[in-house]
């Protein structure tokens, strides 16, 4: 700044022009720091570089057993990524030596700490198959199951992966049953299975929601029946009436009573499974309705009989 000044005030100008000359100086100056601190901040930095550099020459490197110890040394330092890329290419070079047991568990395990389930489910499966007896078993077995946990999709969505993430995480406790990942077994187990019920009972509201009373009807059964310790099943069970209800409704009069009754016979049946439930009044408005609803049948009828 000084030396724009001097130099500004050294030319023979007016003392308008001098000033005129210092701000062009002045804007000058501060346009050139601002490019060349941009250059600088979009490099790498010195650090960067290295780690690159350096990740390059172990990926070109024919030293398996170096390339190991990196791969090592990349995992303990959380950086998957890279451990992986080397654990895959020297993992069929070490097959069948000391190291391969250890190589394999943590190929497994940098696909699973970047989120890739499939792979490292596949892996797991591997490993079991290859170390069965070791004392990394009961861990890799737990994982297995647990990645069929992460895969298991929206609730809205095929369940495939739920049922078989339960049914890996029952083998699991069925085989170990004093591990210490028992109650974490157990909650994931009651996760899914939560999952599955919400499938269930969203496909029933969606008949129940388009008109398909009796289809509505049997899903809200089947809940019921898969789920018997649901703490909604009271819901379920007044959904089933309301649906048999409206199914009865829209019946020709030659089925009404038959279906009437149906309805009669489900609000009696709630009444017994859920005497304390706070739906109960509801479900037995139901029950008022259908025998109103059957007694004017019933009188409808009457006449006709009489005149035969």
Known sequence: MSTFTSYAKCLPLSPFMKLKVLLILLVFSTSSCNFFHKIWKGKKQPEQLSTSTKFGKVLKSKDYEYKLKMANFYFDKKDF?????????????????????????????????????????????GYLEVFPNNPRADEVEYLQAYCYYKQSPKAELEQANTIKAIGMMQIYLNNHSNSTRKAEAEDIIKKLQAKLELKESLSAQLYFNVGQFRAAALAYTTLINNYPDSDKGDQYKLMAIKAYYRYANMSIDEKQVERYSKVITEVEDFQDRFPESNLLKEAERYLTLSRNNLKNLNNEQTPQTVGK
């Open 81 to 125: 990524r890279r451990a992986q890329v080397l654990y895959e290419e020297v993992f069929p070079v070490f097959k069948g030596t000391p190291q391969h047991e250890d190589l394999y568990y943590k190929y497994a395990f940098s696909h699973f700490n970047q989120r890739d389930y499939l792979t490292a489910e596949n892996l797991y499966k």
